[in-house]
Structures are given as structure tokens and as C-alpha cells.
């Protein structure tokens, strides 16, 4: 996308001489993407559906559709408009995904390709925290959240098992940088029992670690709590639905 580009910037004495575009999209960048949606809206806004059927996350593209023939037809589209534009559509990157949670059974057999390559098929899509699994399901997610807090906890384990530190403050510690990266975007799932059981789960062994609590110690979960000065992170259906977290 990239190769060989260059540009110049207009200034109030003129445009500048051309420069040479070595570096990709910053994601850091608050502004670069905006930039890059601002000229892919102009460039393919008349190929675009409306959302959900079309997405664009800064230098991705998201194209949704009911059937494999259609899913593939609309991205030899894209290739055809991206590349009459200067752009070239990544074979490597592009994969596809197909549901199968949808009542609609797929009777195309063939591979979706892009030009004479076949694209890459995956059973679950990533994007930056979050999983989508073509089966509907968010067990993958929720044990990237349990490990994402893992990692979080371990960094802090200086502070969270330092006898030192009071435990009113270990758990005001604990509540403010560990339980927000396990439970991040847990109001967008489908909870079911045993993700809450696991969350919960991974949890209570952080907070009997912090207290240095072991199982021979036969402590009851609510001591942890009490003496952290925390509540239990309850995750359910109707708590996440209605009233959202109560973290």
C-alpha cells in the first residue's frame, strides 16, 4: 500500500518539494487514522454498505455477508476499486470467517480467493482485545481477559504481596488495575454460568494470594474479601444487561 508513495504539504508560502511515505499508519496515532478512514470514504464510499455489512478500523476492513459467493464477489469489488486507485489489497493479511450459528446453511463449496489466491480461513477473528469465534461462543475471549489480568496482577505482585502494604490498600490497588483488565468489554458478552464461574474463579485466587492465604489455611473466600475490603465480582446476565458491572 505503501510502495513507492510520496507527498508534499501545502504551506503558506506553497506546497513543499515531494518526500517519500516509508512508515505504514501510526495506531498510536489519534490523527493518522482518521486520515486514512477520510481518504478511503472518498476513494470507496460508493462501494460501501451501510454498518454492520461494512467496517473500517483505521487499515482494516470489515466486509460482512450472508453467503461465501456474495462475501466473495463483494472483495474482488474492493480489489478492483483499491487497485485502480494506486492501493493493493494484502493477500497475506485478508482472512475470512464463517459463522456457523446462523439458521442459513452455506452451499457454496468453493474457496473465497482473491484473484487467483485463495484466502486464508479462520475460526476466530482478533482485533485488538477482542475475539469473535465463528461458533458465537466467547470462551476465547474470556480467557484472554483471565490472562490479561494475570499479567496486570504479576506486574503489581511487588505491592499486591508485599506484607508491608495494608490490605485496604492492596485491594483499593488491586480494584483500580487488575480487576478492569480482566473484566474490559465484559458488557458486550453473552455471559453464560461457566465463564462467570471461571472469572470468579481466577479471582479468588488472586485475592487469597494477596492475603497469603493457602488451601491449607481452609480460609472461606468471604475473609479475603472482607479483610481487602472488597465485594466479589458477580457477573451475570441480568447485571451485565441492565445495571452494568458493579465493580
Not at 72 to 77: I, V
Not at 157 to 171: E, H, M, Y
Request: charged letters at 30%.
Amino acid at each position: 500500500m505503501y510502495e513507492g508513495v510520496v507527498i508534499c504539504v501545502r504551506t503558506q508560502r506553497g506546497l513543499t518539494k515531494d518526500f517519500p511515505i516509508t512508515v505504514g499508519l501510526h495506531q498510536s496515532s489519534a490523527l493518522s487514522p482518521y486520515f486514512f478512514a477520510l481518504i478511503m470514504e472518498v476513494m470507496t464510499g460508493y462501494i460501501q454498505d451501510e454498518v454492520p455489512w461494512c467496517m473500517l478500523f483505521a487499515d482494516d476492513i470489515v466486509l460482512v455477508k450472508k453467503t461465501k459467493e456474495r462475501a466473495k464477489a463483494k472483495l474482488e469489488l474492493w480489489r478492483n476499486a483499491l487497485e485502480s486507485k494506486g492501493f493493493h489489497l494484502s493477500r497475506l493479511k485478508t482472512e475470512y470467517m464463517e459463522c456457523t450459528f446462523s439458521q442459513e446453511r452455506n452451499t457454496y463449496i468453493k474457496d473465497v480467493t482473491i484473484g487467483d489466491q485463495i484466502v486464508k480461513k479462520s475460526e476466530r477473528f482478533r482485533y485488538l482485545v477482542s475475539i469473535i469465534q465463528n461458533d458465537g461462543e466467547i470462551d476465547n475471549d474470556v480467557i484472554s481477559r483471565i490472562q490479561a489480568g494475570w499479567v496486570k496482577w504479576r506486574n503489581a505482585s511487588g505491592v499486591l504481596c508485599d506484607r508491608k502494604f495494608p490490605s485496604r490498600i492492596k485491594g483499593k490497588f488491586y480494584k483500580t488495575v487488575v480487576r478492569p483488565a480482566m473484566i474490559y468489554g465484559v458488557k458486550c458478552w453473552p455471559v453464560k454460568r461457566k465463564h462467570t464461574n471461571k472469572i470468579n474463579i481466577t479471582e479468588m485466587r488472586m485475592l487469597r494470594w494477596m492475603c497469603g492465604y493457602t488451601r491449607k489455611d481452609r480460609m472461606r473466600n468471604e475473609l479475603s474479601e472482607s479483610k481487602l475490603a472488597l465485594h466479589q465480582l458477580r457477573i451475570n446476565l441480568e447485571k451485565v444487561g441492565l445495571d452494568g458491572l458493579d465493580i
